[in-house]
């Protein structure tokens, strides 16, 4: 296939892509009262790591698939999509096990890994594809033995299937992700002479364009496990496409164009190791959910997540889309690529602590959302009159982020104006916030008993409500 790509080549399947995605979304959508007869019961909402409110609609996977089908179906009147089917097709095993989980029927993490991982020995069988170089000397010797480089690259390409399922834990993150780094590997494919990979990741980043009308920020669909461990395979061998076929394209350039998936999943599992606790355990502690939670206590509150879950997207649109620019744009300088990864590979480290580090110094600024946080702040007292009398609620100094052995509990040490004692509250983003049933005559008093239930109960004892009573 030729490299010159006329426009209509380019805009007719990209348009397609995008209004198909849109049009399944919408009858997906429209269709949710029936497909919740269809579907069993997955209790989504009482997941430890669930950041959103109301009924989950998962079946986005099937507007994103359905929408680059269509698009490849329209190019395949002018091009050569035998590539681009062929790629579809060892997806299946992955799409299936991750339906099958959507719809209900429980497949363990373990086995959606394995059903990644039967995907990608099919691109190797199917395609005669795997990473064969990573441009560092030593690494470079192991991989001419193609066995090793054959079942590295299947255990990584079924690894970054489940990071994209990590990170999609709010309105828009994981689409939004993938639409990016589409884009990132359509530019450097286009840049490096493969207008096959350049086109198949035009449609899945059109494709995910469509189904974010339906994701953010509202919430109406989600992607579910087909979605995310779907997209995860078609980004992951689109990139080892590259590098395998493109000489010229750097190694570390294409890891920066999927670097928000794998960063995260990398810190997830080191940060997991070192406090001792089980590797594959969820929890809320992924930087887009210390972002939500650092909305949550600065300005929002604990109850707008219907506002902090499409903002937290929001904040980090522009983090996630700068190491997919510079991963284009030092496409075939492999030197200057792993500078840069290293780079933001501290920048992502430094971030963790940093949005902590803000939540703590800067908890519940008064401006510019005074009015969000005086609904949140201020209750009606019970024996008013019309119009009603309002207690106004001080936040002590002493209230903010505590930081511990990997967990983060909100301490909130207030009082209201009319009353002479003070109250304590916890709140570690996981379960509902809790008030101790002792009230304290002073907030430092509030304070060190909050110390001692650290010092003689664990942090995880704590967060769950330690001599405290729902709020």
């Not at 990573?134 to 010797?141: E, K, S, Y």
């Not at 780094?181 to 096959?196: K, N, R």
């Not at 061998?237 to 928000?260: D, H, N, Q, S, T």
Request: hydrophobic fraction near 55%; charge should be neutral; include cysteine.
């Amino acid at each position: 296939m030729s490299l010159e790509l006329g426009l209509q080549t380019l805009t007719d399947p990209a348009v397609t892509a995008i209004l198909t995605s849109l049009l399944i979304g919408w009858v997906l959508v429209a269709a949710e009262p029936a497909l919740s007869r269809l579907t069993r019961d997955r209790n989504d909402l009482d997941a430890v790591q669930a950041s959103h409110t109301g009924e989950v609609l998962r079946l986005g996977g099937v507007a994103i698939f359905g929408g680059v089908l269509a698009g490849a179906l329209v190019l395949s009147g002018t091009t050569d999509i035998s590539f681009t089917m062929l790629l579809l097709l060892t997806a299946l095993p992955v799409l299936m096990a991750g339906l099958a989980e959507d719809l209900g029927y429980p497949v363990s993490p373990r086995g959606r890994l394995m059903a990644a991982a039967i995907s990608a020995a099919a691109c190797v069988l199917i395609l005669g594809l795997w990473v064969p170089r990573a441009d560092l000397p030593g690494i470079d010797l192991l991989m001419t033995f193609m066995p090793l480089a054959i079942v590295l690259t299947v255990l990584g390409a079924a690894g970054f299937c489940h990071a994209v399922n990590l990170i999609d834990g709010m309105n828009g993150l994981a689409a939004f992700t993938a639409l990016v780094a589409a884009a990132g590997l359509s530019a450097i494919a286009y840049q490096a002479g493969e207008p096959e990979i350049s086109l198949f990741a035009m449609l899945l980043g059109a494709a995910c364009l469509g189904f974010l009308a339906w994701n953010w920020p509202l919430g109406r669909l989600f992607l579910g496990d087909a979605g995310s461990y779907g997209i995860g395979h078609l980004l992951a061998w689109l990139a080892i496409a590259l590098v395998m076929l493109a000489p010229a394209v750097a190694f570390a350039a294409v890891v920066l164009v999927l670097f928000w998936p794998l960063a995260d999943t990398l810190h997830t599992i080191l940060r997991r190791f070192l406090a001792r606790q089980r590797i594959a355990e969820p929890d809320k502690m992924h930087l887009h959910q210390k972002i939500r939670r650092c909305l949550e206590v600065v300005w929002f509150g604990s109850n707008r997540r219907e506002l902090t879950n499409p903002l937290a997207t929001l904040v980090m649109a522009p983090i996630i889309a700068l190491p997919v620019a510079t991963g284009v744009i030092l496409w075939n300088q492999a030197v200057a690529a792993y500078v840069a990864l290293a780079f933001f590979a501290l920048a992502f480290g430094g971030l963790h602590l940093m949005i902590m580090r803000l939540a703590t110094l800067y908890r519940r600024a008064r401006w510019p959302f005074s009015a969000l946080n005086r609904r949140q702040d201020a209750v009606a007292s019970p024996d008013s009159l019309n119009p009603p009398l309002i207690a106004v609620r001080v936040d002590s100094d002493y209230s903010g982020m505590f930081i511990q052995d990997g967990l983060a509990v909100d301490v909130r040490i207030f009082r209201y104006a009319k009353d002479t004692h003070w109250t304590l509250e916890t709140y570690d983003g996981v379960n509902p916030p809790v008030q101790w049933s002792q009230q304290f005559d002073t907030e430092r008093a509030a304070w060190d008993a909050f110390m001692r239930a650290v010092r003689e109960d664990t942090m995880d004892t704590l967060a769950r409500g330690y001599q405290v009573r729902p709020r």
